[in-house]
Structures are given as structure tokens and as C-alpha cells.
């Protein structure tokens, strides 16, 4: 059965400083997804990576993926208050009908 | 096509009574999925269409939860016989089925309070 985990659960972060997000997974998978959800809204994506070495930034929030190790991070650089959200990584299997497995979430809160 | 459209956003409901959501994919998207997350945990996977076709239901769809997308277009999900359980965020998403790098595309939700 897919597992996937993230660390932490919880992060309080200070404004202008970088933290990271790591999601492990537990079988071999096809693609990896990062979503961002704020509460009481639905998920919006962030990235996808689908190859070992794939990084992907946008703004403060760079991904990275490591299929031998079945390891993701989201880097966040110099914190901003409009970070503040739950974080979400999924994999999903292409044999599997790319149904998305999720990580139980990171939820971010971004302090002055 | 603005996206992935869900109704309704909000159902209160009191225990035992039947509920009905809807969602309308992307058009060109022939795969449908339905996902439901509980109060500070990630979504889970229920269900998943490919055009009318139920192709995956989970474990966690119980005889009570019923899908269908009959002419593969939208889709509904229904509850019989409510539970305060079963109170949570419905999410729909859609994609086409070579996705390539294209990830599934989610509504806005349902969220369902059984009282």
C-alpha cells in the first residue's frame, strides 16, 4: 500500500527566514505534486515533478524530487506572512489511474 | 470553461437523511475523481471515473456512498442514511487520461455537516 509522510506537521516560521518541507513516499512512483490549500478552500496546485533530479521554483517556493530516495522537499526562501497555509504533497501511479495518495499536510503559519 | 465546478459549497443535513452532490469536470477531461477530507487531514480517494466508466471504488466507500457519471460528463455523489462520520469536505477533480504533465485539476469542494 502507497504511504506518504510529511515533516513537520506543524512549522512556525519567522518572516525572512527559509525553511524546508519534506515529504517521503513509499513505493515507486509516477509523479509527485505539490498543493497548497488555505482553510476552508480546495487545493491549488503548486508543482509537479516527474523525473529523478526535477526542480521546480516559483517565487519563494522551490521543489525538488529524489526518486532513489522517495523524497521530496519544499524549500521556502525568506518567509512571507502570504505563505501561511496547509502544504500538501501526493504521488500518484500512472498503472493506478493516477488516483492521488496525499501526505497528511505541513500547515504553515508565517509570523512578523 | 472556468473549471471544475462542485454544488453545493455548503450542506447541513441532520443525521439520516440522504444527500446529493454534483460535479462538472473540465469538459475535455474524460477522468473524474471524488476525494473526501476530514478536518485536518489530507484528502482520500473514493472513487474514480474514466467517461461513464466507475473504474476504482475505496474501502472507505461504503455501501451508503453511491457514484455515478452516467453520460460521462458530471458526476454525483450520494449519501444515504447520513452519519455525523461522514461529515467532511467533498473534493472533485479532474484530468484527461494521458496526463502527461498535467496534474488533476480540484473544484471547490462540498463541505457536509451532519448534525
Known amino acids: 500500500e502507497l504511504k506518504v509522510e510529511q515533516n513537520p506537521l506543524f512549522l512556525s516560521m519567522q518572516e525572512g527566514k527559509n525553511y524546508t518541507i519534506y515529504c517521503n513516499y513509499s513505493t515507486t512512483s509516477d509523479r509527485l505534486y505539490w498543493y497548497r490549500q488555505d482553510p476552508g478552500k480546495s487545493l491549488e496546485s503548486l508543482f509537479v515533478?516527474?523525473?529523478?533530479?526535477a526542480v521546480k521554483q516559483e517565487g519563494r517556493l522551490m521543489a525538488s524530487l529524489d526518486t532513489k530516495a522517495r523524497l521530496s522537499t519544499l524549500h521556502i526562501t525568506a518567509a512571507v506572512h502570504d505563505l501561511s497555509a496547509t502544504y500538501f504533497c501526493?504521488?500518484?501511479?500512472?498503472?493506478?489511474?493516477?488516483?492521488?495518495?496525499f501526505g497528511g499536510g505541513t500547515r504553515v503559519l508565517v509570523k512578523p | 470553461d472556468t473549471g471544475v465546478s462542485q454544488d453545493p459549497r455548503h450542506k447541513i443535513t441532520k443525521r439520516g437523511q440522504n444527500v446529493t452532490f454534483r460535479c462538472d469536470p473540465i469538459?475535455?477531461?474524460?477522468?473524474l475523481y471524488w476525494y473526501r477530507q476530514t478536518l485536518g487531514q489530507g484528502p482520500e480517494f473514493l472513487t474514480y471515473f474514466q467517461n461513464e466508466a466507475q473504474l476504482e471504488k475505496s474501502r472507505l466507500l461504503s455501501d451508503r456512498f453511491s457514484a455515478e457519471r452516467p453520460k460521462g460528463s458530471f458526476s454525483t455523489l450520494e449519501i444515504q442514511r447520513t452519519e455525523q462520520g461522514d461529515s467532511a469536505m467533498y473534493l472533485c477533480a479532474s484530468s484527461p487520461r494521458d496526463r502527461g504533465n498535467t496534474e488533476a485539476f480540484f473544484g471547490q469542494g462540498t463541505r457536509l455537516t451532519v448534525v
Open positions: 515533478l516527474l523525473s529523478n533530479g
Open positions: 501526493a504521488v500518484d501511479i500512472k498503472a493506478a489511474g493516477n488516483k492521488l495518495t
Open positions: 469538459s475535455e477531461h474524460n477522468r
